[in-house]
């Protein structure tokens, strides 16, 4: 069985560290910026970023009603931090015309855990995940206020879930593409070759 | 330093190199724009900038104007940070440690020690490791920004000459230490430890750059990008994400080139989509041509 192909939407942020982190756990990649390019991919992964910058690009070039389709019809989709607010239901407190690509039954809150000077690194503990806990990389990170029935919380930090997995999609309020430690990733690449 | 792997801490613990150089990692693609307003920074904001600069001046005004620049005011500073909900930026000047505690103090999310300011301190730079507050700074070549970088910046803009609207030293910067990166790639390890004397920059540092190809932290482009066509070339050169002081407010539409400067950032590559962003705009910032400036406004020669 050939290797999944996944794409990273390129929009905005560190797109780069997340193509590494896909190839490091074994999937094809590619950048993805146009309908067309997502056309072609078996999975997607939201990176981190500026969730308004990102929602606002992908909007302006038409991307955001492909992605809800997909999204909708059963392609799995992975997001951290930026990209766990534009996999989310509900934004608890957003930008005037920031739009999500939706999908996971919850409700996050942006900058939940303070500016960058609270950013932090801590170890977390995530189902599904084997092998000991993740470090999670939280910087100006959401948190999920509230998850819905259909959602099912992976990681807790201080109180409030912050990896959720609904169906074939997967969101973390923090970082793993900057750790260099790919079990992440290779979650979800298992949930792509799962999704065929 | 993505690419290693190390124990995860049991305690949270803020302001590591990882949490530092991560976050510029999360602006990589974007624009980051000086404002000195509230209704400049939602502007910025709604135009899709990654992050704002909040600055008193705009280094267009601060040419003009003359005399020493200094850090903000903090109110002005406060007004900006509650306006917006991207990251907000603050200047301090070179070797001015207070201003940086005072900004670190305010909780900006980036300080930027600038020579677009009037240095404090002709020999040192700031101690960026002994703050929880990342650090971005200017460089024209290699050797700088490794200095910088020793010295705990989390973050790397090519100075090119700010409040100028000309693109020239900007282009001259990227293709400066992209150029050395390129050379460097090139020498076997024999070959480092007198490059890093030459470069003026720690063995190690060196070391890692040659090996790596590129800066251990992000690399974006400040200093003159007035266009959206500027802001592609810099990406096109190799700049991660660019900086635009006094092009977007300088200009006669500054929302609208605001936002088509972020478009062309992200599809820098695509000069169909540069093409139609770059249209309608109305007048650019009128610009300065580099060599009518005295040498003392040379901003790019501060710093060392």
């Known amino acids: 069985m050939t290797s999944p192909l996944i794409g990273v939407l390129a929009l905005q942020g560190d797109v780069r560290e997340h193509l590494a982190a896909l190839t490091g756990a074994g999937a094809r990649v590619t950048a993805v910026r146009r309908p067309e390019e997502l056309a072609e991919v078996e999975g997607l992964v939201i990176p981190g970023g500026e969730s308004t910058t990102i929602s606002k690009l992908a909007h302006a070039f038409g991307l955001l009603e492909p992605l809800r389709a997909r999204v909708r019809s059963g392609m799995p989709a992975y997001g951290s931090c930026a990209g766990m607010i534009m996999l989310a239901d509900k934004i608890l407190d957003p930008r005037s015309g920031q739009e999500t690509v939706g999908g996971i039954d919850m409700i996050v809150r942006r900058n939940a855990f303070g500016r960058q000077n609270e950013s932090f690194e801590a170890a977390v503990a995530m189902a599904g995940v084997p092998g000991g806990p993740v470090d999670g990389v939280f910087i100006r990170a959401p948190w999920v206020e509230s998850t819905g029935a259909l959602a099912e919380t992976l990681a807790v930090h201080r109180g409030h879930p912050v990896a959720v997995r609904q169906d074939h999609l997967l969101a973390t309020a923090f970082h793993p593409e900057l750790t260099g430690d790919h079990r992440v990733h290779a979650l979800f690449a298992d949930m792509v070759r799962t999704a065929r | ?304």
Request: aromatic share 4%; glycine share 10%; charged share 25%.
């Open chain 2, 1 to 304: 330093m993505s690419s290693t792997s190390s124990p995860a801490p049991t305690t949270p613990e803020t302001g590591t190199a990882r949490v530092k150089r991560g976050m510029a990692e999360q602006l990589k693609g974007g624009v980051i724009m000086d404002v000195v307003t509230p209704e400049q920074a939602k502007i910025a904001e709604d135009a899709g900038a990654v992050a704002v600069m909040a600055l008193e001046r705009v280094p267009a005004d601060i040419r003009k104007d003359g005399g020493v620049a200094r850090m903000s005011d903090p109110d002005m500073i406060d007004g900006i940070i509650e306006a917006v909900s991207i990251p907000v930026m603050a200047k301090s000047r070179i070797g001015h440690v207070v201003e940086a505690q005072v900004l670190q103090a305010l909780g900006v999310d980036y300080i930027d020690e600038s020579e677009v300011l009037t240095p404090a301190d002709e020999v040192n730079h700031t101690d960026k490791w002994s703050f929880t507050t990342p650090f971005v700074c200017g460089a024209t070549n290699l050797g700088e920004a490794l200095r910088r970088i020793a010295e705990g910046a989390a973050m790397i803009r090519s100075k090119g000459e700010a409040g100028t609207g000309n693109v020239v030293e900007a282009v001259r910067h990227m293709r400066q230490i992209r150029g050395e990166i390129g050379r460097l790639r090139a020498l076997d390890n024999h070959e480092l430890f007198a490059a890093a004397k030459e470069l003026r920059a720690p063995y190690e540092l060196v070391k890692e750059v040659a090996g790596l190809g590129k800066l251990p932290v992000v690399l974006f482009s400040a200093g003159g990008v007035a266009t959206p066509a500027d802001a592609a070339l810099m990406r096109q050169l190799g700049a991660e994400g660019v900086f635009v002081g006094s092009g977007i407010f300088k200009s006669g539409d500054p929302a609208k080139r605001a936002a088509a400067i972020v478009k062309a950032t992200t599809f820098y590559d695509d000069p169909k989509i540069v093409a139609d962003v770059s249209r309608g705009l109305g007048e650019a910032m009128v610009g300065i041509n580099i060599d009518t400036l005295p040498d003392g406004e040379r901003y790019a020669s501060r710093g060392w």
